[in-house]
């Protein structure tokens, strides 16, 4: 059974780098069919994919935030991490780390999610 | 691709079958999900490739459709059911999901 965990600032500056990471326990982040994403939520609303990526280091971003986001693997660690640059106060929001075991773009594992306010 | 979910905002009471909507822009075969979420937590996925229901969801969860309209029903709503659920499009990126309905207690 896969397990999620984000972990970072619950608190960033205006301007500045967002910067998370999700642990996977459970299971390898190197399995050849699994990919793993950013989802993020802001308060009271809907949901927003931000990225996916394959552990081999293939990304996929989506284009609204693509100049800004870096998706990243430490296999080594069995993490992945979400970097998003030059933050506003529209970038608060509840972020989720997610696993897809099927290769088929549904995400079937969540991490409980982490608040990441963006304020001076 | 836009989801369009509708309605928004359901009030049903214990025993109601609930149906809610999902349209999508541009045909998108099977490839939709529909998850659950209730306050303070993440998604859970019920439904993939349209109608095939996750390992562990109740039977009384069904999905239906293809192309551009997609339906989830909940056949006997339970106290448990009243959550917010967001369809889902997995046919190209960027990934998109539904703006959610809402299934409170009348």
């Known amino acids: 059974q896969l397990q999620l965990q984000e972990s970072g600032p619950g608190l960033v500056k205006p301007s500045e780098t967002l910067s998370l990471t999700c642990t996977v326990s459970g299971g390898s982040i190197s399995s050849s069919t699994y990919y793993w994403g950013w989802i993020r939520q802001p308060p009271g609303t809907g949901l927003e994919w931000i990225g996916s990526m394959y552990y081999s280091g293939s990304t996929f971003y989506n284009p609204s935030l693509k100049s800004r986001v870096t998706i990243s693997v430490d296999t080594s660690k069995n993490q992945f991490s979400l970097k998003l640059s030059s933050v506003t106060a529209a970038d608060t929001a509840v972020y989720y780390c997610?696993?897809?075991?099927?290769?088929?773009?549904?995400?079937?594992?969540w991490g409980q999610g982490t608040l990441v306010t963006v304020s001076s | 691709i836009q989801l369009t979910q509708s309605p928004s905002f359901l009030s049903a009471s214990v025993g109601d079958r609930v149906t809610i909507t999902c349209r999508a822009s541009q045909g998108i075969s099977s490839y939709l999900a529909w998850y659950q979420q209730k306050p303070g937590k993440a998604p859970k996925v019920l439904i993939y490739a349209a109608s095939i229901l996750q390992s562990g969801v109740p039977s009384r969860f069904s999905g239906s459709g293809s192309g551009t309209e997609f339906t989830l029903t909940i056949s006997s709503l339970q106290p448990e059911d009243f959550a917010s659920y967001f369809c889902?499009?997995?046919?190209?990126?960027?990934?998109?999901f539904g703006g959610g309905t809402k299934v409170e207690i009348k």
């Open positions: 889902q499009q997995l046919s190209s990126s960027p990934l998109t």
């Open positions: 997610a696993g897809d075991t099927s290769g088929t773009w549904y995400y079937d594992y």
